[in-house]
C-alpha cells in the first residue's frame, strides 16, 4: 500500500532511511522510486516481507539496522550541532544530484549558513592524492583560490593533502567551499583537520550522506566521490597515481557528462602519472583557474550577464536582499565593508555574496564585490540592455 | 626554353640553387616546378629578364648570389668532408619532404653512412628548449633512449638544451639519431656541440639545406624547423616557453598532418608553459617512449610483422645484406657480435640494422637485435605467415 506522505513524514522517513541503506545502494534506491518513502519506511520497520532485489540475509541485516533507527533523535542531535537534513523535493536540494539516478542519496546532511542548492549551481571539484607533494598542494591552493576570486564554489573532499589544499586556497582568499564528507558531518574526519573543517562549515558548506555520529569506511569514500561529481559542473584532478580514488571522481564526473580535467605535472612523478593517463584520455590539462572557468563557463552558464539576474530581486531572502542593498553602485567594496552596510558578519555576506553571484546579481573583482551591470540596469526600469 | 636535365646537370643545378635560393623561398619552388631546374638556373645565371613574382631588387639580389656560386666547387668541398648531396629523384630522398610543396628543399646536404630516406621512415623528431631545465634534460634524454631501444630513429635540430639531451639520450643507447642543421653540415653549430655533432655524424646522420660553410641565421633557425616536422612521423616537443621555435615545429608537423606530441611539467614552470598550451590544442600528452610509439606506430606502420619484409632480401644493398646474414636465427644478439659477423664496425653495423628494422627485417629487444618473425619466414618459402 502505497501513498503520498505529509513533508513532514518525507522528511522523517529519509532521515530513518540516511540511518539504514548505506550511500549509493541502488536497490534501495529503485524501492523508493517504486514504492515511495513511506512504503518502503514501513516495509523496513514491520520487518515482514522483503523488498524485491536482495537475498533474505541482506534484508534481515536492514531490517535491523532499521530497529536501531531513531530518525527523531539524529534530528535532534543534528540540530544541536547546527546541522540541518535537506532531501529532493526540498527548496535547497541541488538538482544535478539526481542525475545520480537510483543512487542518487536519500538526503543531505548540511552544515553551514549558505545554500547548497545555489551554491552548487556555480561549483568545480578541486580533488587529489592525500599523500601529495609539494608541488600539488601548491598547484591545489592556487587553483582553488584563482576559482574563488573569480566567484567559483571549490569543492573537495575535506581529505589531507589536495583536498585540504584546495579548501585553505579557497578560505585563504576569502572564498567559497564546500567540503563533502564520507562520515557524520557532525564528526569532522580526518581529525588533524578538525579545525579546517570547523573555519569551512563557518564560511562555507560541510556536507554529507551519513547520518550523525557515523564512521568513514573505504567504500563510503568512494561512493562519496560520486556526490562531489555530480554536485558539481566539473572535477579537477590535481595529483594521483594511477587507481586512485581521484581517478574515481573523475571517471564518475565523466559518466555524468560533467567536465574532467586535470593538472599536469613532471612526467617523472609518480604523483602526475594517474593524472597524465586521465589527461591521455577525455580529460582536458587546465594550468590555472582561468582555464578552468573557461570551460566550465563556456556552456550552460547559468546567469550570462547580457540576460540579467535569474531571480526577482523580490523574491530574495532577506538576508540575500540586505546584502544586495549594501553593495555600492559604482565600485568593487569588499566584504567587510558589505557586512558592515547590512548589519551583519563578514562570513555572513560572504555567503549572501556567493548566491547573489550564482544569481547573477554580482560579481567578484580581486578582494572586492560589485554590481553585475544588468543587475544595475535592473534597479532603474526605463533603460534596456543594450 | 625550358627541357629535361641529365642527371648530372640536375645535381649541379640543385647545388647551385641550394647557394643562390634560401630556404622555403616558395617562389623559387614555383618556378622549379614551372619551368625545371635548368631553365631556372640559366635565368638565374644569365641575369635577363626576372622569373615571375619578385621584384626588381630581390631579383638582382639573387642574380648576384648566382654569379657567386660555384656549385663544382661546393660538392668538392662537400665531398672532402664526407658530405653528399641528395635531392629529389635521388634513391636516398626522403618523398615525405614532398609533403612542403613549393617549400620543398632544393635539396638536402648529408654526412653519415646511413641512407636517409630509410631512416627518415621511422623516425621521431624530439625538440624543445635550449635553455631547458635539469628535468626536461632528463626527460628528452630518457625519452630518445625508449624510441632508440624500440628501433625508432631520434631527429632532432642538434642545439643546446633539450635537443642535445635527445640526441645524446639516442647514441648513449646505441641508437639511430639525425640532426638537422641550420647552416652548412660541414661546419657545426653551436660550436660547443662540435664533439656531439661529429659522433652524430659518425652513428647517425647530419643533415642540412644550406651549402657547405654557410652561416645560420634566425630565420634559417625557423625554416630548418620544416624539415624536422616533415622528415618525421611526429613531433614531440619536451619544453617550450611560450612563443617558442619549437612551437613553430609542432605547428608545421600540424600542417603537415603528421602526429604533434607533448612533454607535460609542471605549471608552475615557464618552460612547461608552452608545451601546456601545445596539449590543449590537438597534441597528444606523453609520458614515455612506449606512448610515442603507440600513436606514431598505430597507422602506417611500413612493415607490420604481419606483411613481412617490404623489401625482398636481393634487392638489399650488399652491407645491409651481410649484416642480416649475420644475426643468430634464434636469439637478440648486441650490435658488436653481428658487427664481428659481418666483418664490419660497430657504428656501420647499427646503421644497417636500423635500416633493416625499417624494412621490417630486424627488431631491437632491449640491447640485442633479432630478426623478426616474417624475416624468418621469408628465408623459408615453405612455410606461409599464419
Redesign the interface.
Known sequence: MTGAAGPQEELLGRVFLARVLEPGDEVGGRWLREFGVGEVVRRLSDGGEPLPGVSGARWAGLVARAGRAEPERDLEVAGDAGVRFVCPGDAEWPAQLDDLGDGRPTGLWVRGRAGLRMWALRSVAVVGARACTE?GA??AATLAAGLAEQGWVVVSGGAYGIDGAAHRGALASRGATVAVLACGVDRPYPRGHTALIGRIAEQGLVVGELPPGDHPTPSRFILRNRVIAALTRGTVVVEAACRSGSLATARAAQRLGRFTMG??????SAL??GV?EL??GEA?????AA?VVELVGAIGELAPPRHGPVLPRDLLEPAARSVLAALPGNRPAPAEEIAHGARTTRDEAIVRLYELRALGYVERHGDGWKLTRQAMISVRPGRRPC
Chains 1, 2 share one sequence.
Do not use: F, I
Request: net charge negative; proline share 10%; glycine share 4%.
Open positions: 608541488y601548491h598547484a593538472v599536469p605535472g613532471p612526467v617523472t602526475s602519472a597524465h589527461l591521455r582536458v590539462l587546465v594550468t590555472d582555464e
